[in-house]
């Protein structure tokens, strides 16, 4: 809008030329148009004036219109860079405005070709190769260095390279030769370098190791707390492992030559194979306690009663390879023995924890129809329920209830497990059978063997054969492995009722037939008729038991055949020698007294029992001849500490022990009563 406020509106202008001498107001416009100097009217009259001419009638009046504003030169196109024009550094404006500054030379200028004055410096790459003479060195040592060379005189410039890497390396001036001198304390100067050398190649060795050190004891520290958060395969703990303890790699670059000045490949240096070596050692160890620690990992997070992946394929069982040539025969035949029980030991027992799994296998020989071996391996939830069902296995051997079979010794094996015995018996057939009953507990794994052979075989021989399933059982790292294996004569496990003879101490009279029974009662002993005194109330004696076992299922034997077992205690040993000395006299003297019996001595008896307890006894062979009849009696006195131990059978001509098996049978009473508390 106007500035007087008309409604009239403002023409708009038509386009400026470049140039103010092409605008038509110029004096020397082409278009003969003169310079017509601005009208004194203001601008309210001027648009009045517009307003009166119409839009398609040339306009018989023109506006003047100022000059343009001065346009910045074009660096591009104005002038080249190589003109190297230079515009003022002052701040002199250009009509209303400055010109911007320029540099004398444009990014954009072509450089120029450059030739150099003089040629580049030829820099050598290595020291300079020194000749010592060895021999043939003649005259002064001035002489062996040889004439100075010639001055070299002004080289043309057109000789000179155009560039660096097409320069000629000039001929290296001949090095003068040493003298002897001079030689030996280049050497020696040599061999101190070198010796500096090692010694910095050793200190940095050392620290190298120290750092492998740390840094092997860090990551093993670091597995350790990763394995306790979460559960990870060996394979990734051992590139993780390799990943950290890996040294940095770099590309070798090439290095010149000494000799040639040519490029060859850098040849690695003489300290570092130990280092990789020692880098190498530390990685298997780290390796190693990262594998312990998965294998500890799995078995504790593994739930109890289950096979885990790691406990799968090891068999804790016997092979048929393993028995070899034991006893003489040859082993082959391995069949499942899922029913099969050793001899002696029950299915189930009272207090018997339940086992977790149970694995059987019984071996039989190629050559012998008897000659046999049974394994049964049971696994336990932990250490304390193994422990409880090996003590109660054991009890089960050292009384054994299979009324065929009879005790003949016992051992204890040290070095093989945590805990391992043997008991040896004899199935008293028409032709005997041995059996050898090793057991064994290694952590929460009770194993279980019963070798039957045609002959005895030693304790030790068995024992190492069980070692080779032993070893795999204790793999598991709970339990103790096979060390060293020591093999020690003992008694036979005591019973629930220490004390006491069982069945399977007494012999059969008759083979293949007969079983023992045993009844506890109050003394009722009449004794041989020959002891003197009353066995029923012996003097001094503050306590008196009795046992009897009884033979039956043998058609030989006679009514009411056994024997009597009565234990009486004194107050200290000395009491019980007195009342055993004077119960043997009177025995040993009964011919002199009554004219009807016949007493003969049997062997003597002695020994060391349980708790380093000491034995010692005698017995007798007593015939008792009456109108009607003539019985025999078998009789055993025993002292054992504060207790006194005697003994009575009553066999008949026909029926009876050996001299060697009433031994064995008082022999084995005065052990049992060694196991009391």
Known sequence: MANDDSSTPRRALGPIPDDWADSPQSPDSPAGHHYEPPSPL????????????????????????????????????????????????????????????????????????????????????????????????????????????????????????????????????????????????????????????????????????QAAAKQAAAEAKAARKESRGHKVSPEELAATAAARLAPPT????????????????????????????????????????????????????APSGTNSPAQAPIDPLLTSTELGTLGGQSWGTQEAANAARPLCLPATADGLPAAQRTSARRIVSTTSATDSLLQIVDVYPDVTSASTAYALRLQQTGICADDVAVINGASTIDGMTDSANAVMLTVQDAKP??????????????????????????????????????????????????????????????????????????????????????????????????????????????????????????????????????????ADAKAATAAAKTINTNIASCAERTLTATVDSGPKVSGTGANSLKFSGSTFHVTQKTGQSTPLYRVGVVTVGKRLVYLLANPTKDFDFSDESWKAVVQRAAERVTQLP
Request: some cysteine.
């Open 250 to 301: 770099s590309p070798s670059s090439p290095v010149r030559s000494t000799a040639t000045g040519s490029e060859q490949p850098e040849q690695p240096q003489r300290k570092s194979r130990p280092v990789v070596i020692i880098v190498a050692s530390v990685t298997i160890v780290v390796l190693l306690v990262i594998s312990a620690i998965y294998l500890l990992s799995l078995r504790s997070a």
């Open 42 to 209: 203001t601008d309210t009259g001027l648009m009045r004036r517009l307003a009166a001419f119409r839009d398609d009638e040339p306009a018989k009046l023109t506006t003047p219109v100022p000059p343009p504003r001065p346009v910045l030169p074009d660096p591009e196109g104005a002038l080249p860079p190589a003109h190297g024009r230079r515009f003022s550094a002052n701040d002199i404006p250009y009509g209303e405005w400055a010109a911007p500054r320029r540099s004398a030379a444009s990014p954009l200028s072509p450089i120029p070709d450059f030739n150099p004055v003089l040629p580049p410096p030829n820099r050598p790459t290595a020291p300079p190769s020194v000749t010592v003479p060895l021999s043939g060195v003649t005259g002064s040592p001035q002489s062996a260095l040889g004439a100075p060379a010639a001055p070299v005189g002004p080289t043309s410039f057109d000789k000179f390279p155009k560039s660096i890497d097409t320069a000629p390396t000039p001929p290296r001036a001949a090095e003068p030769e040493l003298s002897p001198r001079q030689a030996r304390r280049a050497e020696a100067a040599r061999l101190k370098a070198e010796r500096a050398e090692a010694k910095r190649a050793a200190d940095e060795q050392h620290k190298a190791e």
């Open 433 to 570: 059978i041995y059996h050898t009953l090793l057991l064994s507990r290694t952590g929460r794994t009770v194993s279980l063997i019963d070798l039957a052979t045609s002959t005895q075989l030693p304790v030790t021989a068995v024992a190492t054969v069980a070692s080779n399933s032993v070893t795999r059982q204790c793999s598991s790292g709970d339990g103790t492995c096979p060390s060293g294996i020591q093999v020690k004569t003992s008694l036979p496990p005591a019973g629930n009722q220490p004390g006491w003879l069982v069945a399977a101490d007494l012999p059969r009279i008759t083979p293949g037939s007969g079983r023992w029974s045993s009844t506890d009662n109050p003394v009722n002993s009449l004794g041989s008729g020959c002891e003197g005194v009353d066995l029923t109330r012996l003097s001094g004696a503050n306590a008196d038991t009795q046992r009897t076992l009884l033979l039956a299922d043998d058609p030989k034997a006679p009514s009411g055949f056994g024997v009597d077992q009565v234990t009486y205690t004194y």
